[in-house]
C-alpha cells in the first residue's frame, strides 16, 4: 500500500476511531464515588475498567486546514466487551464505522471496505492502546503514551503523548476531560495543526429504543 494510502489510515484512526472508541465506553459509567481516596491515574485506571458496554449520542467538531469553516458531526457510539467497537455518524453524512478484533470496517455511502490491523502495525497501536486504557492496563498504555493526570475525581484532566515517532507525525497529543467516571469530552491535537472535539452525552434507554429502526 502506498504512502498516501497508509496517511489516509492513520488519520481514519486518529479522527474516526481514537475519540469513538474511548468515549463509546467511558460515558458507560454509573459516577461510582469513592470517598476518602485519593484521584491517582491507577483509581482512574480501575474505575474505567468496571465497564462492559457502553453507549452515547456524540457531537464532533474538526478543524481543518483545508476547511475554511469546523465541520460537524453528530451520531452515536457503542462497545460491548471485549474488542466490538462501533461508532454511526448520522449528520451530516452517514457512516458507519466497526472495529472488531483485529479487523476495521468502514461502509460509507454502502461501500464497505475492511482491513486487517495485524497488517498495519501503526495503525493497530492506536487501538490496543485504547482498549489498555478501558481495560485498565496502565502498563501497556504507558508502552504506548507518555500518560499525565491532572485535577480531582470531580473534574479530571488525562493526557495522552504518543511515545513513537511515527505515531507522533499523525497525532501529537489527546486530552480527555471527565468526571469520576463519565467522560465529556474527547480532543485530539493533529501533527499538523489540525484538531478536533468530541462532546458527549449517554443515551438513556429511551433515546436508544427511539433511534433503533423497527
Known amino acids: 500500500m502506498n504512502a498516501f494510502r497508509l496517511d489516509r489510515l492513520h488519520g481514519l484512526c486518529s479522527k474516526r476511531v481514537l475519540a469513538p472508541v474511548l468515549a463509546a465506553l467511558l ?37 481543518l486546514s483545508i476547511a475554511t469553516q469546523p465541520v460537524e458531526s453528530s451520531g452515536e457510539l457503542s462497545f460491548v466487551a471485549p474488542d466490538h467497537l462501533e461508532k454511526n455518524t448520522l449528520k451530516p ?25 495485524a497488517h498495519y502495525p501503526e495503525l493497530g497501536a492506536f487501538i490496543e492502546s485504547i482498549r489498555a486504557t478501558l481495560t485498565g492496563n496502565r502498563l501497556a498504555l504507558e508502552q504506548t503514551y507518555q500518560v499525565a493526570l491532572a485535577g480531582s475525581g470531580d473534574e479530571w484532566t488525562l493526557t495522552l503523548t504518543p511515545r ?18 463519565r467522560l465529556r469530552s474527547v480532543a ?27
Not at 513513537?164 to 467516571?181: C, F, H, N, P
Open 188 to 214: 485530539i491535537q493533529q501533527a499538523g495543526g489540525d484538531h478536533s472535539l468530541m462532546q458527549l452525552r449517554p443515551l438513556t434507554a429511551s433515546a436508544v429504543s427511539a433511534a433503533t429502526p423497527n
Open 93 to 117: 453524512k452517514p457512516e458507519h464505522l466497526v472495529v472488531d478484533g483485529d479487523m476495521l470496517t468502514v461502509d460509507r455511502n454502502s461501500h464497505p471496505y475492511t482491513l486487517a490491523l
Open 27 to 63: 460515558l458507560a459509567g454509573t459516577n461510582v464515588a469513592h470517598a476518602g481516596t485519593d484521584w491517582t491515574l491507577d483509581r482512574l485506571m480501575s474505575t474505567l475498567a468496571q465497564h462492559k458496554s457502553g453507549r452515547a449520542a456524540f457531537t464532533e467538531t474538526k478543524y
Open 164 to 181: 513513537d515517532s511515527r505515531m507522533r507525525k499523525t497525532v501529537s497529543a489527546i486530552t480527555l476531560e471527565g468526571t469520576r467516571d
